[in-house]
């Protein structure tokens, strides 16, 4: 078992959800999670008192979050209740939004059981959940105690569950690690096949890399917002589309690459080998989306600041680099795709 630690919140990989017990204090224990993971885990799930929502994206929005109070009220939850959120990044993100405002806040930690929620979605601190079409528009800083990242609740994620949290470690390697993006590219069949001893280092890995970034600047004021890479499409594309996350955010990384090498700041054989290594993981780069609809979900984005937004662009396998381009560039930019 391997530990690293973001912002006060203990991040265990290799260690077994079963031994969830050493992580919690005596006190009232409530899990929530959703109901294709309750169907998988309901033998351990129904241990403790439970919430269990509705799965999927759709389900991370307000009427959950009063569906979720109404049921800690049942329960008689108080101050000293303990939240633990077993799931993908949906679960996580909504159950530390709810911990973090529920009674003005209570303790709380994760399981984390897709791919995506293991290297991203359950680190550093952001809990948000989506208001009408936008995503993550009202959400919270707050780390949970502990995150468990257990390899072998992958074995259940659905194959394409499994792409999608690939898709946010390609980004991480693309950002930040061309040797990792090395390694992903010479081990992508074993990755694939999730290979225990392969995919936990990988997952190390990917979490070490979001761990620096999210300590040398937690509230998302410089290098942070380069986690954004591939977002600002991807976001769009995912909340009008039933693309996955990771499906959305690996689109929204092709086209940004192939903006970087408009603009003379990336490589065409580096543009090769973004498309190269989302082609090995079974990731798309094309999507079909009215224009208009996506233009104006980006007006709205949340990066935007009066008429410019920050945007991320690859400079070469491995680094990033965030400019401030005007709206209308970006509108221009989305016409040509
Ligand atoms: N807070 C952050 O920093 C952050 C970062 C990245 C993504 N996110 C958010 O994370 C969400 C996407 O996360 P996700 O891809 O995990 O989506 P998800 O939570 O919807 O999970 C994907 C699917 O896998 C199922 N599942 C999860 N674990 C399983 C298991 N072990 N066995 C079987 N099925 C399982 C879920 O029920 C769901 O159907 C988005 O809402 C995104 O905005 C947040």
Redesign the pocket.
């Known amino acids: 078992m391997r530990k690293i630690e973001i912002e006060g919140s203990k991040i265990y990989v290799g260690e077994s959800y079963q031994n969830i017990t050493k992580y919690l204090p005596d006190a009232q224990i409530i899990m929530i999670s ?4 309750y ?3 309901k033998h351990f799930i129904d241990k403790y008192d439970n919430i269990i929502i509705p ?3 759709k389900s ?1 929005n307000w009427s959950t979050v009063a569906l979720i109070v109404e049921e800690l009220l049942k329960l008689k939850a108080d101050r000293n209740t303990f939240l633990v959120g077993m ?7 909504i159950t ?1 939004f709810v911990a973090s405002v529920f009674m003005r806040g209570v303790r709380f930690g994760f399981i ?6 293991q290297v ?9 959940i ?1 208001f009408h079409t936008f ?2 528009m009202i ?1 919270v800083f707050n780390t949970p105690e502990f995150v468990i990242c257990d390899a072998e ?6 194959k394409r ?1 499994v792409q ?2 690939f898709g ?1 470690i390609i980004k991480h390697a693309l950002i930040k690690d061309h040797e990792l993006f090395v390694y992903l590219k010479e081990n992508y069949k074993l990755l694939l096949e999730l290979e225990n001893r392969t995919l936990e280092f990988v997952i190390w890995k990917a979490i070490g890399i979001k761990a620096l970034v999210v300590s040398n600047d937690w509230l998302e004021k410089g290098e942070r917002k380069q ?1 954004n890479f591939g977002h600002t499409l991807g ?1 769009a594309i ?1 909340n009008n589309s039933d693309y ?3 499906e959305a ?1 690996a689109v929204g990384m092709y086209w940004a690459s192939k903006w970087s090498v408009e603009k003379g700041i990336l490589s065409e054989t580096d543009f090769a080998e973004v498309q190269h290594i989302l082609k090995l993981y079974r990731l798309p780069i094309n999507f079909s989306l009215d224009k208009y609809i996506l233009t104006s979900y980006l007006l709205k984005d949340k990066k935007k600041h009066g008429s410019a937004i920050d945007f991320v662009f690859l400079k070469e396998i491995g680094a990033a680099q965030v400019m401030s381009v005007p709206m209308e560039e970006l509108v221009r930019a989305i016409e040509r795709l």
């Open positions: 959703d109901m294709n993971v169907t998988h885990y799965t999927g994206e991370k799931g993908g990044g949906v679960v996580t993100d530390g984390a059981s897709s791919l995506l929620a991203d979605a359950s680190l550093g601190g952001k809990n948000g989506n995503k993550n959400g609740l992958l074995k259940t994620l659905p569950e999608s949290g946010e986690l976001h995912e996955t996350h990771g955010v």
